[in-house]
């Protein structure tokens, strides 16, 4: 048994591997998470953006990207949900960059390998090698 603090409220309470939160904020978060899915479920609220849905059921939206990341929250479903990108903060549905980020990424790296690669060419041309022939040995 492992004592720990809550990372939302800071209570201690016994450490299991399924969560990081305590009994009682755990518990809190199961009934945010009702809400949301229950008020999503409904189809007029289908193309809810996250400023319409944290608005009618006061649920904060870091909670609510908590719920998309676990995978509790299915955005096939949504189309008006979403994340932030990792790196501009563009709301994404899967992964964590948005395609123009990961283009530019992608991009950066195969500049990267090709420099790296030119480097290791130029590394294998500035090589010498010496012979020795015997016959000019003394």
């Given at each position: 048994?492992?004592l720990?603090?809550c990372?939302?409220?800071?209570?201690?309470?016994?450490?299991?591997?399924?969560r990081?939160?305590?009994?009682?904020?755990?518990?809190?978060?199961?009934?945010a998470?009702?809400?949301?899915?229950?008020?999503?479920?409904?189809?007029?609220?289908?193309?809810?953006?996250?400023?319409?849905?944290?608005?009618?059921?006061?649920?904060?939206?870091e909670?609510?990207?908590k719920?998309?990341?676990?995978?509790?929250?299915?955005?096939?479903?949504?189309?008006n949900?979403?994340?932030?990108?990792?790196?501009?903060?563009?709301?994404?549905?899967?992964?964590?960059?948005?395609?123009?980020?990961?283009?530019?990424?992608?991009?950066?790296?195969?500049?990267?390998?090709?420099?790296?690669?030119?480097?290791k060419?130029?590394?294998?041309?500035?090589?010498?090698?010496?012979?020795?022939?015997?016959?000019?040995?003394?």
């Open positions: 048994m492992e720990v603090n990372t939302n409220c800071g209570m201690l309470y016994v450490k299991n591997s399924i990081d939160i305590c009994d009682n904020c755990y518990k809190e978060e199961e009934e998470f009702d809400k949301v899915n229950n008020y999503l479920k409904k189809k007029q609220n289908r193309t809810a953006s996250m400023v319409k849905v944290v608005e009618d059921t006061g649920v904060p939206e909670l609510i990207m719920f998309i990341r676990k995978g509790r929250i299915r955005l096939v479903h949504f189309p949900l979403g994340y932030p990108c990792e790196n501009c903060g563009k709301p994404i549905q899967n992964g964590k960059l948005c395609d123009d980020c990961a283009k530019n990424f992608r991009n950066e790296l195969e500049v990267f390998e090709k420099e790296q690669q030119r480097q060419e130029l590394a294998e041309k500035n090589i010498t090698y010496y012979a020795i022939d015997e016959k000019y040995r003394s």
